[in-house]
Nanobody
Framework: VQLQASGGGLVQAGGSLRLSCAAS????????VGWFRQAPGKEREFVAA????????YFADSVKGRFTISRDNAKNTVYLQMNSLKPEDTAVYYC??????????????????WGQGTLVTVSS
């Protein structure tokens, strides 16, 4: 499977962006799709995830209430809607797919395939 992340850009604080993660080669069925981000000089951190089957969602505390994650079965695409963006949300955002159990859904090592990343810059 190949993942294509898109939708990044430059936005002012308080604004919104929607990131997309499209899969080619196979469907997301049976897998979870996670979003991670990495800011300059920092480690990669979990942002959100969704299980394709069942739709269970997970969020980092730092984005809870501001970000939502959803899926489009027909388009085999996962979306990360980011609202009320803050300068500290600035990072390269990556989508990834894997089969984590509930206790490991926030761990990047639980994901096997990664997209190329899309840059989100939030200006103050």
């Amino acid at each position: 499977v190949q993942l294509q992340a898109s939708g990044g850009g430059l936005v002012q604080a308080g604004g919104s962006l929607r990131l997309s993660c499209a899969a080619s080669g196979r469907t997301f069925s049976g897998y979870a799709v996670g979003w991670f981000r990495q800011a300059p000089g920092k480690e990669r951190e979990f942002v959100a995830a969704i299980r394709w089957s069942g739709g269970n969602t997970y969020f980092a505390d730092s984005v809870k209430g501001r970000f939502t994650i959803s899926r489009d079965n027909a388009k085999n695409t996962v979306y990360l809607q980011m609202n009320s963006l803050k300068p500290e949300d600035t990072a390269v955002y990556y989508c990834a797919t894997g089969r984590p159990i509930a206790s490991t859904v926030r761990a990047h090592v639980s994901y096997e395939r990664w997209g190329q990343g899309t840059l989100v810059t939030v200006s103050s």
